[in-house]
């Protein structure tokens, strides 16, 4: 369906509240198609390159463009746009937007050039307690072949499995502790599938295993910014017994908790500084015992970053830049930056190389083509400008830049947040299925 279908179901969204505590406010949404932009104004998506589609933001706009060496394509014209995502068939693309009067928006743009704004997207989308299985089918039912209802969830309250057919939200209530919850499509109602050990506690999610037998969180013991950003306590939840195992403690990034066919990559250590005590863990799943956590072999000495699996989970990609210790930034902090490499790690033999080395950048958030034979990756320069790359995994990388002058929040910059940058919120990429 494309995302002009999306505006039948627009009546499920108005009167939703979230699901907290019983006096919180109605949050209403309205799903709207922008009738100030004509049908001769449209822009397509380009036709996908061999490597699929990059969505990315410059200037605050949202743009598009073939894998590799395709024309870039600009989508959007009003800019304060972050944030895009793309719907699982590459035919729809999701990006958050905030207005000159700081409203929030969300809008939802089709490989045909339809765009939907949808308005003050709710904390949380699920209503009273009665009617949750309702409207969280309502969700996955607004087209499955075009834009995928997950882009109206919001990030981090809920994680959509792999397959689509189940959705893990946190619930909370002023008489208990805040609840994970799991609702499966069909399914009459949402089932509690464990809660936080004290009144006060948070749950965060990090997503779901990719065989689907698990959910990831952090509980954090209350509710406190300074302490968030210390990171916490990460849980692998067992869907079937609710029994929780503690894998370390990790900051609250999602590149710092990636599943793989059947193991976990984790960035283990405390403390907001991603150039400090951070280290490479991995948890492995499905050995019939409860899973532990280990380093593997060969891993270079320093502080490592933004893990990421091939396809088949036989390789980690990897950043790794030299541990600076707790300092709070200045020179040292940048200058120990600009040094951060990407590694290639194959597990069974234990071999380690290095992707690049150029000194003129410093390389961020590697991703594995779905064949294995590239990765894409980000690059700051020495005046914080950032492109993206891709670069061959064989003996010879042939790095080729792809797209320069991306940028995201204003305050972006080499920087971060103490050496974390939310790629996310710049760009995302988008494979075909082969």
């Known amino acids: 369906m494309p995302v002009g279908g999306l505006l039948l179901a627009s009546l499920v969204f108005v009167g939703l509240v979230a699901c907290s505590d019983s006096e919180s406010p109605p949050a209403t949404v309205v799903v709207e198609v922008d009738s100030g932009l004509e049908a001769s104004a449209r822009v397509r998506f380009p036709e996908p390159g061999d490597l699929g589609l990059l969505a990315f933001i410059r200037d605050g706009n949202v743009w598009v463009m073939a894998l590799p060496d395709g024309a870039e394509v600009q989508l959007t014209a009003d800019s304060g746009y972050t944030s895009p995502r793309w719907s699982r068939d590459g035919r729809g693309l999701a990006a958050d937007r905030v207005t000159s009067s700081q409203r929030a928006e969300r809008w939802l743009l089709d490989q045909d050039g339809v765009r939907l704004r949808l308005w003050e997207a709710p904390p949380s989308p699920c209503p009273p307690p009665e009617d949750t299985a309702t409207c969280l089918s309502s969700l996955l039912e607004t087209g499955p072949d075009g834009v995928d209802a997950s882009l109206l969830l919001p990030m981090r309250r809920t994680a959509v499995s792999p397959e689509r057919d189940q959705i893990a939200l946190v619930r909370s209530a002023e008489s208990n502790p805040p609840q994970l ?42 509710r406190s910014a300074s302490l968030a950003a210390g990171g916490g306590p990460l849980r692998l939840v067992d869907l079937r017994t609710g029994e929780l195992t503690g894998l370390g ?8 908790v990636v599943p793989g066919p059947s193991r976990i990559a984790l960035i283990l250590g405390g403390g907001r500084e991603a150039w400090y005590g951070k280290r490479l863990g991995i948890a492995e799943l499905g050995s019939g015992s409860r899973p532990s956590v280990a380093q593997p072999v060969g891993v270079p000495e320093g502080a ?9 989970g036989s390789d980690l990609a990897y950043v790794v830049g030299p541990d600076l210790g707790p300092v709070g930034g200045g020179d040292r902090a940048r200058d ?44 700051f320069d020495e005046t914080d400008r950032i ?40 760009y995302d990429w988008w494979q075909p299925v082969r």
Do not use: C, K
């Open 181 to 222: 919850m799991v609702w499966s499509v069909g399914a009459s109602e949402t089932e509690v599938v464990t809660q936080a050990s004290n009144q006060d506690g948070v749950w965060i999610l990090a997503g779901w295993t990719s065989d689907r037998g698990y959910l990831l969180a952090w509980e954090l013991p209350t």
């Open 304 to 312: 490592v970053t933004s893990p990421a699996w091939s396809s088949d």
């Open 249 to 256: 403690h990790t900051l609250l990034y999602a590149d710092f």
């Open 336 to 379: 120990g930056l600009m040094l951060r490499r990407i590694y290639l790690h194959d597990l069974a033999t234990e071999e380690v190389r290095q992707l690049l080395d150029d000194a003129s950048y410093r390389d961020e958030h590697p991703e594995w083509s779905d064949d294995g034979d590239h990765i894409l990756f980000a690059r």
């Open 387 to 426: 492109s993206i790359w891709l670069a061959s995994t064989g003996a010879v990388p042939a790095p080729s830049v792809q797209v320069e002058g991306l940028t995201g929040d204003p305050e972006t910059t080499w920087f971060g947040y103490y050496g974390h940058v939310d790629w996310d919120e710049i």
